[in-house]
């Protein structure tokens, strides 16, 4: 997650807060490579082995395994590519989400009129942060972990109240 907040002066529509919510993946590309390649080992040499042993149907299934594999990774890192950016001025509230796939849908919302709606569970912290307005709700965040939505909620949450205050702080 990055932000900034900044404003300009005399501008009631510039943003005063942005955020780009981007998901987490913790293993590179370097580690993936790493990873595949033991993996591809294990499953060869063990295959080997069944197959010597007149086995070699397993031998078969094992190589199927690391195949699947490579494709769960693969589909991860492409989920991976989803992002959210979220920008407060005075006068609006916009919500750009980006899926995998590129589509993308935006949201405006009156801040006078929005709500942040942060939802905690006491053993796992912020589970889900709702923005509504006039009966349309919007998820924001879906993909982060839970300390990176409970420092976003504190930070959007100031940023809205800002917003409805007319005031904007600036960096």
Same mark, same amino acid.
């Given at each position: 997650m990055t932000e900034s907040n900044t404003i300009e002066p005399n501008d009631p529509e510039a943003p005063f807060f942005s955020a780009t919510l981007t998901p987490h993946r913790s293993l590179g590309r370097r580690g993936f490579l790493t990873m595949m390649l033991i993996a /591809?080992?294990? &499953? !060869? @040499?063990? %295959? +080997?082995? !069944?197959?010597? /042993? %007149? &086995? @070699?149907?397993? &031998? /078969? !299934? +094992?190589l199927a395994d690391v195949g699947l594999l490579y494709l769960a990774f693969k589909l991860s890192y492409r989920s991976g590519r989803a992002f959210e950016e979220v920008h407060v001025s005075l006068t609006e509230v916009v919500v750009k989400q980006v899926a995998a796939n590129g589509r993308m849908r935006e949201h405006r919302f009156n801040p006078a009129w929005a709500r942040l709606t942060v939802t905690r569970l006491a053993d796992e912290g912020v589970t889900r942060l709702d923005l509504s307005s006039h009966g349309r709700s919007l998820v924001v965040g879906a993909f982060l972990n839970p300390d990176d939505r409970e420092s976003f909620a504190s930070a959007f949450g100031n940023a809205l109240a800002d917003a409805r205050s007319g005031r904007a702080r600036p960096a």
């Amino acid at each position: 997650m990055t932000e900034s907040n900044t404003i300009e002066p005399n501008d009631p529509e510039a943003p005063f807060f942005s955020a780009t919510l981007t998901p987490h993946r913790s293993l590179g590309r370097r580690g993936f490579l790493t990873m595949m390649l033991i993996a /591809l080992a294990v &499953a !060869f @040499w063990s %295959g +080997m082995r !069944f197959y010597v /042993l %007149g &086995a @070699w149907p397993i &031998a /078969l !299934f +094992m190589l199927a395994d690391v195949g699947l594999l490579y494709l769960a990774f693969k589909l991860s890192y492409r989920s991976g590519r989803a992002f959210e950016e979220v920008h407060v001025s005075l006068t609006e509230v916009v919500v750009k989400q980006v899926a995998a796939n590129g589509r993308m849908r935006e949201h405006r919302f009156n801040p006078a009129w929005a709500r942040l709606t942060v939802t905690r569970l006491a053993d796992e912290g912020v589970t889900r942060l709702d923005l509504s307005s006039h009966g349309r709700s919007l998820v924001v965040g879906a993909f982060l972990n839970p300390d990176d939505r409970e420092s976003f909620a504190s930070a959007f949450g100031n940023a809205l109240a800002d917003a409805r205050s007319g005031r904007a702080r600036p960096a």
